[in-house]
């Protein structure tokens, strides 16, 4: 493959990931194993005449054999994301967020695609989760407590589905605030939605992929992003979630990671919302209003971030 490192590194990490049968815990125990060899890279270890005799236990005959094949549509893609100036980051870089490494182990994403301001990830973040058909109150409550995190300068971390998400994404930028979207489906596959092109900034906003550059929307690629949500968030807000779903997963995976989980409490919760109340008995804390300011009473969550940032730098 003649290419430039850049090309020929980001497509060697992608060609590992979609080889058949290779899913995030085993490319994580591979590009473990191959950090440890002196090879300089994945495309070394795996082009290398003299394979080292591990690889033949993590990876069968069939899989060097169809590593061997040339993947041209691949490596088309990885040249467009290129050409859109995005980058990648695997498990095994120092820029590699930790929060994802403490709550999802070995089945945190293997890779990472970006586009937009990657320094966001060093700073205090919240995610958001609720419903794509959340009540009106619903939203105004998401719209509140985006804007107070980002007048605190605190990053806003959702998964750009319309409702919740898109709200808190645009609430978050129209304050002047940033936000990170971690999207369900590959980088190529990524535009800016309508809704939010009049606040969209750059230089303020960061687009994370856990998949292929060609990979589409589907129910578990939007579970696994919710948990990359949760990984990544310092706190979680959970707005309106159903019985069953993927809001009320990311609170669950928001409570097993050690995550605090604020559910917003409010007269008017449409009754479909049941999981805010189930979680809320299982640990997540309420969000109520103020009676001085009428907004969400954040102070309690800020506190647990300034006191998490002064212990340690980022997740």
């Known amino acids: 493959m003649a290419s430039s490192p850049a090309t020929r590194d980001m497509y060697a990490a992608a060609k590992l990931m979609a080889l058949p049968g290779i899913g995030p815990a085993r490319a994580n125990r591979i590009m473990r194993f191959l950090a440890g060899t002196t090879a300089t890279s994945i495309w070394d270890a795996l082009e290398s005449p003299h394979l080292h005799p591990r690889i033949a236990e993590l990876l069968t005959p069939e899989h060097l054999e169809a590593w061997r094949l040339t993947d041209n549509k691949l490596q088309s893609q990885i040249g467009q994301l ?3 100036h995005a980058g990648l980051i695997t498990i095994l870089d120092e820029a590699y967020p930790p929060g994802l490494l403490s709550g999802l182990g070995n089945s945190a994403p293997p ?3 970006y586009l937009g301001n990657f320094s966001l990830l060093s700073k205090p973040g ?3 989760c609720g419903s794509r058909d959340a009540s009106e109150k619903g939203i105004e409550v998401a719209r509140d407590c985006a804007q107070q995190l980002a007048e605190n300068d605190v990053v806003v971390i ?3 589905a319309r409702g919740v998400d ?3 994404h645009y609430a978050a930028l129209e304050a002047g605030g940033s936000t990170i979207l971690v999207i369900p489906e590959g980088l190529l596959g990524f535009r800016v939605k309508k809704a939010l092109e009049p606040v969209w900034d750059w230089n303020r906003v960061l687009v994370l992929s856990q998949f292929l550059p060609g990979a589409k929307w589907t129910v578990s690629n939007a579970m696994q992003r919710n948990k990359t949500i949760v990984g990544l968030s310092h706190v979680m807000i959970l707005i309106e979630a159903r019985e069953t ?3 009320i997963d990311a609170g669950w995976s928001a409570l097993k990671m050690g995550r605090s989980l604020y559910a917003p409490v409010y007269e008017g919760m449409p009754e479909a919302a049941v999981g805010n109340r189930i979680l809320l008995e299982e640990g997540a804390k309420p969000l109520k209003k103020s ?3 009428r907004r969400a009473n954040l102070s309690s969550l800020l506190g647990e971030l300034r006191a998490m940032m002064s212990q340690r730098p980022a997740l």
Do not use: E, P
């Open 126 to 128: 919240v995610g958001f």
């Open 245 to 247: 779903g993927g809001s």
């Open 158 to 160: 959702s998964g750009n």
């Open 111 to 113: 890779l990472l695609f």
């Open 82 to 84: 290129l050409d859109m």
């Open 291 to 293: 009676r001085s300011t």
């Open 166 to 168: 898109q709200t808190a």
